[in-house]
């Protein structure tokens, strides 16, 4: 299980270094329990991309998607700027790590 799970964050540290040098994304956060540091062995990784307003945020989502490849188990929420000052979204970056 260990070993499964140092393959996890290798391909996720590979997966947010091509992101954060793809011009997809203007920032790019690691939220929820592998931000707070209280996860567990078979937690996925949970990503808030943010993008300008006038940027689709469906096509981004599914570019970051083709990006990732079938190597890291992650779900990805992809946040037009305007929409970060929204309580539920505010709540959600609350113990954010900027990954760029």
Known sequence: MARRVEGYVKAFEEFTKELCSSNLAEEVYLVESRAR??????????????????????????????LKGKSVPLDVVVLRRGELG????????????RIC
């Open 37 to 66: 540091g209280d996860w567990a062995s078979s937690s996925d990784f949970d990503v808030v991309v943010v993008v300008e307003d006038d940027v689709d945020p469906i096509d981004v989502a599914t570019r970051v998607r083709l």
């Open 86 to 97: 929204d309580p539920l979204y505010a709540e959600m970056l609350r113990y954010a790590r």
